[in-house]
């Protein structure tokens, strides 16, 4: 701050100006970070088709626990992308007037009334920072509704992170008894054929020495 005081009109229109420049930079990179919702989101969808292929799809029951995870992750996913939505909702902000306004019409205004130039400049001065005051608490609500919405999106996103491993873990063990009886079936029916060779071998030696006996 310095020197300078809060009683100056300009250094009062210079602190709201800049502050109502950092709110809107601020709304610019709450919408930007879209993107790292959006990488998450990319991530779910990597594995979400065999998912729902095994749970509604397949032909044998899964563990009740999988679909309960699936179910709880299906909810904190709706959620998250429902603020996400609104996170990405139009929302302008707060327009500051035309400058001519202030140095054209209010000031022809006070001219018109026989106000002195001095302190005509004052009350327009303290017309603009009124206008400030306006722009900035409009656009610091509207910005915290931003940070609210994108702060429960990201959370429920990454707790939604929990039952979907817990899937996958299912998924991957479902795929490894599948795999195990079909190794188990293979290994069955190459010895039963084995032993329907080996029996028609036997047999056939059998009937050979009968055979031979009998000459």
Known sequence: MGNKSFYNLDYIIEINEQRLEQYANLHQKSVERFTTLLVIYSAFCIFLIPLVQTLFFGTKLCHWSYYCSFYLFCILFIVSIVNSIMLLSPGALHILVAPNVYYRRIKQFFEAGGIPPAQSDALIKNYY?????????????????????????????????????????????????????????????????????????????????????TI
């Open 129 to 213: 920072i009124t206008e400030l005051e306006k722009a900035i608490s409009t656009n610091k609500l509207k910005l915290n509704r931003k940070m609210l919405f994108y702060n429960r999106a990201f959370r429920f996103a990454i707790i939604a992170c929990i039952p979907y491993l817990y899937c996958i873990w299912q998924e991957i063990n479902f795929e490894k008894k599948i795999i195990l009886k079909k190794e188990a079936v293979n290994n069955l029916s190459s010895f039963t054929k084995t032993n329907h060779i080996c029996g028609g071998r036997n047999q056939n030696t059998k009937r050979s020495m009968m055979t031979w006996s």
